[in-house]
């Protein structure tokens, strides 16, 4: 069974509001969690990593005032799309791997659209 | 600059073809290699990590091996649930954070029954 779960796994926003994502470690504690968009028929790109009880890392070109990261336990980390555009519209996938392992699961992955 | 081709980027087979897909890799040292599967609209599934050159691993009709520049993704006798975007990924040592994988563009395969 999954052991990172996404919700929502598709919603739809207007224009100009905002929309929270979630990202749960199921059965294990992620200290660092990691959030990817993806295009269609494009590869994962990493926007940023999720550290717990610090602030986020953001990959060059994302701004961090938009995509608002937010890792408040060891199993949660939120992903908040900001005055949402059309041009945000794109599949956010987060992952995690255990703090002694080497594995690395990802999410369901959420579709967002915005209208 | 690390950097992931995974070839072909379209790949159809008949049902019972074997085949490979291959992944190429860049980079300044090499934690761990992963392969994923995924299905459309879906996050991808972990399938494999390896972590040294001639370290090999199964799963099913799959078979993973690595060298020193490339892995390949070995698929015997696919069957149409096969059929997916296989997707390659490293992980650099110490190049941040534990999970911070460079992904490939991946390889979509299609397998007619």
């Known amino acids: 069974g999954a052991v990172v779960s996404q919700h929502p796994s598709r919603v739809i ?3 100009g509001t905002s929309v929270k994502i979630e990202c749960r470690s199921l059965d294990f504690q992620a200290t660092t969690m990691f959030w990817y968009r993806q295009f269609p028929k494009q590869s994962l790109m990493l926007m940023a990593t999720s550290n717990e009880g610090s602030k986020a890392t953001y990959e060059q070109g994302v701004e961090k005032d938009k995509f608002l990261i937010n890792h408040a336990s060891l199993t949660l980390s939120t992903l908040t799309v900001t005055s ?4 945000d519209s794109s599949f956010y996938i987060c992952s995690a791997s255990r703090a002694h392992g080497n594995t690395i699961y990802f999410g ?4 967002l659209t915005v209208v | 600059e690390d950097q992931v081709t995974q070839s072909p980027e379209a790949l159809r087979l008949q049902e ?15 934690r761990g290699l992963f392969w994923y599967r995924q299905d ?20 099913e009709r799959l078979k993973a091996t690595l060298t020193k520049k490339e892995s390949f ?16 990924a490293v992980q650099a040592l110490g190049g941040g954070s534990q999970g911070n994988l ?5 390889t979509k395969l299609s397998v007619k029954p």
């Open chain 2, 16 to 30: 019972g073809e074997s085949s490979s897909l291959n992944c190429s890799y860049t980079v300044s040292g090499l």
């Open chain 2, 102 to 106: 460079i992904f490939g563009k991946g």
């Open chain 1, 108 to 111: 369901e992955g959420s579709w």
């Open chain 1, 84 to 87: 949402a555009h059309p041009e």
């Open chain 2, 73 to 88: 993704l070995h698929i015997t006798a696919p069957k149409p649930e096969d059929s997916a975007t296989y997707l390659c």
């Open chain 1, 13 to 15: 926003c207007k224009s």
């Open chain 2, 40 to 59: 459309p609209g879906k996050g991808p599934e972990f399938l494999f990590t390896l972590y040294s050159a001639g370290e090999e691993k199964e799963k």
